[in-house]
């Protein structure tokens, strides 16, 4: 129980920070979605789209690498002198060749007639500044310095949001400000974390070190680049392959596709909930189960943490699922927006498929485990690069009947594809008792609540009671298919 007791403070604490920085970078959906166009907020989707497809190019799996090798605090410094210093010169040139490829690449993201090509050039900036701090944050995770982590993270955020509430509100900037300000933000946590992890930079560079890492992190790069286009081709899709037809026939003539976009976008932004659950899980969960994989009872470990992350899980699905409709139709204090436009709340509709697409992303997690630790990392592009593949498919034929429904369940069955296909090679390598059927139990009882609002809500008369009831049985059913006699108690 100690070492469960370890993972829950870890993840806390980084989900606090998460958190955080998420809740106030939230208060920049409302903010833009209430001074800019939907088309012009789908030109801000495409352009962080681009942008988390290039971060995993440029990322270059330094940072799991150096997760992995410099757990030995003998070496660390040399590992992280040599993999800084690798990947700001190999960051360097990819910022040159992107340059000469902006002809071809800034149409794709609806900038080459639109008067915004700065953005272009403030997205390269963005991209290496992100780059040059994989490590150092990797640095901080791996010695346990969460509250650190935390506070970086978090100023990082505030910077950002403030520049961009001034320039927006104050100078009346457009959606120039949104990458101007996290340009400005990017630059100053770079300095920032690189003064604090200045004493690392004592070690020496070794070339061997450096082909030892990019051998265990460039099977990072097609397995992230399949994880970015499951997160992000959907808004090239909806964007370019569906017809101003099919946009009047499902949402009606006022609409563009480019509109169509925008509203994805930022109705996209409601799945965030889970994502942050997921996100601050994995940023303790690979640390920790790296730290404990020599336990022999780390199997009986890894099942329990699968089995309390469903039902966290769940709780979450179900809590934003049910309760969507009101969510956006919360005020911002002071500033008289929604927390999502009201233009947007078409797409509503999205948001519990988005929200389960993450769910198995959690599975997906947890499940790599077993990849990690035995060093089976040429894999994960294998399994990622089929989600692609089905994102790629499933968005074809689905989006020209069903638009963004159509497009959000590529998305969900993607993920869903990819947490099978991990799992089944994962327990072959490192064999974890998941309990599948519990999992899959949750997921359904969830389902189940969300497909029996409506009617649950004809027969009391209020949806504020049929949903808390829902809740309330929901979580009454996932504690009891969570609970387990005779869980681990690890004690040292």
Not at 222 to 234: F, R, S, W, Y
Request: some cysteine; charged content about 15%; hydrophobic content about 55%.
């Amino acid at each position: 129980m100690k070492k469960l007791k370890e993972l829950l403070s870890d993840t806390l604490i980084y989900g606090i920070s998460s958190v955080l920085a998420r809740f106030i970078g939230y208060l920049l959906v409302p903010l833009h979605t209430d001074v800019f166009l939907t088309s012009e907020y789908g030109i801000v989707s495409l352009v962080y789209a681009a942008l988390a497809f290039l971060n995993v190019v440029f990322s270059m799996g330094m940072e799991s690498a150096y997760l992995r090798y410099a757990k030995n605090r003998e070496d660390a410094k040399d590992f992280f002198k040599t993999l800084q210093l690798g990947l700001g010169g190999i960051c360097t040139i990819l910022v040159f060749v992107l340059i000469l490829l902006a002809p071809v690449l800034m149409p794709t993201m609806n900038l080459g007639a639109t008067g915004n090509q700065n953005l272009y050039w403030m997205m390269l900036g963005i991209l290496w500044f992100d780059a040059m701090v994989l490590v150092p944050f990797a640095e901080l995770r791996l010695v346990r310095r969460p509250w650190l982590f935390a506070a970086l993270k978090t100023g990082n955020i505030i910077v950002n949001v403030g520049l961009q509430f001034y320039l927006i509100l104050e100078l009346g900037w457009g959606i120039e400000a949104i990458f101007s300000a996290s340009l400005i933000a990017s630059g100053l946590t770079t300095i920032v974390i690189l003064l604090v992890t200045a004493d690392m930079f004592a070690g020496s560079w070794h070339t061997p070190l450096f082909k030892k890492a990019l051998k265990f992190g460039l099977p990072f790069i097609p397995a992230g680049l399949g994880h970015a286009i499951n997160e992000t081709l959907d808004r090239f899709f909806l964007g370019n392959y569906m017809s101003q037809a099919t946009v009047t026939e499902l949402y009606g003539p006022q609409n563009t596709p480019d509109d169509i976009v925008g509203i994805y976008g930022a109705c996209y932004k409601l799945s965030v909930f889970m994502l942050l659950l997921v996100q601050m899980f994995r940023m303790a969960w690979q640390p920790f189960f790296l730290r404990h994989s020599d336990d022999e009872k780390a199997p009986e470990l890894f099942r329990d943490v699968f089995r309390y992350f469903n039902v966290i899980a769940s709780f979450a699905f179900l809590s934003v699922a049910l309760f969507a409709q009101k969510i956006v139709q919360i005020k911002i204090p002071g500033l008289d927006f929604y927390l999502i436009g009201q233009e947007f709340w078409s797409g509503l509709q999205i948001v519990p498929i988005l929200l389960g697409a993450y769910w198995f992303q959690g599975w997906y997690m947890n499940f790599s485990a077993g990849i990690f630790i035995k060093e089976e990392t040429k894999v994960l592009p294998q399994i990622t690069l089929i989600g692609a593949a089905v994102t790629v498919v499933a968005n074809l034929v689905l989006i020209p009947q069903y638009g963004m429904i159509g497009s959000a369940t590529a998305t969900l069955i993607s993920y869903a594809t990819m947490a099978f296909l991990l799992y089944f090679r994962s327990v072959r390598m490192y064999p974890v008792s998941y309990e599948l059927g519990r999992g899959i139990g949750m997921i359904v009882i969830a389902a189940l609540c969300l497909v029996m609002q409506s009617h649950v809500i004809n027969w009391i008369g209020s949806e504020w009671t049929a949903n808390l009831l829902l809740l309330l049985i929901g979580t009454i059913l996932f504690l009891l298919l969570g609970y387990r006699r005779g869980a681990t108690t690890i004690s040292e």
